[in-house]
Structure formats: C-alpha cells, structure tokens
C-alpha cells in the first residue's frame, strides 16, 4: 500500500508541478487558454488528490505534523508554495509575479528535499 500511495503522491507531484508552469506561462502571455474548463478545473483536482495522497501517506508511515519536525517543515513549506503560487497570478506587476513564481519553485526545491531526506532543513 506504501509504495502505490507514494508513487501516487510523486505522480500529482509532477502533474502538479506541469499544470503551474503551464498556466504562469500561459498568463505571462495573456493567453486565452487560460479560461478553457480543463486549465481552470484540472489543477485543483489534481491538487485536491495530491493533497489526499499526502494524508494517505501520514497515516501510513504513522507521522505527522508537529510531532515529526520534517513533516511540520515540509508543511509550512507548502504552505509558502501555495502563497507564492497565488501571488504568481495575481500580483499586481509582472516583476512580482516572476520573482513570486520563482519563491514558489524553490519553496518546492526545500519541500522535495526535507521529503526525501526526511531532515528538517529550517528548523532542525
């Protein structure tokens, strides 16, 4: 069951990961693409499961957040993910939604990497 979920989670990782660069680049350009059905309601699906599988996994491996540093870390750094991410969309300049995409990305860089090495790196 472990293995499934996990490659489960990794899997909405990545399609997640597709589907924000897709859209920033999709709304650098002003495209009309954005407004399609699929683009407005595909990400939060995928995010809905990801976040599913993420649960699925705690309870798995029995730890959780704000009893194991590394899974409190690696939740507030969804958390900033998810921050920078809104404002990569819907900040006011486009020098702001860059620089905020770019957080979102490395706030994502810290997340794969407390989840693989399960080593808080802020806070540790």
Not at 60 to 66: K, L, R
């Amino acid at each position: 069951m472990y293995m499934a979920l996990k490659h489960t989670h990794l899997m909405l990782v990545a399609i997640s990961l597709s589907l924000l660069i897709l859209r920033f680049v999709l709304s650098l350009r002003g495209s009309d693409l954005l407004q399609r059905k699929f683009l407005k309601i595909a990400p939060h699906v995928v995010d809905t499961l990801l976040l599913l599988s993420a649960i699925g996994l705690m309870l798995t491996i029995q730890q959780y957040p704000f009893v194991n540093p590394w899974l409190t870390e690696k939740l507030f750094g969804v958390l900033a993910y998810i921050a920078l991410g809104v404002m990569a969309f819907k900040g006011r300049t486009t020098t702001l939604r860059v620089f905020a995409f770019v957080g979102a990305l490395g706030w994502l860089v810290l997340v794969v990497k407390v989840a693989i090495t399960k080593t808080p790196v802020l806070f540790g």
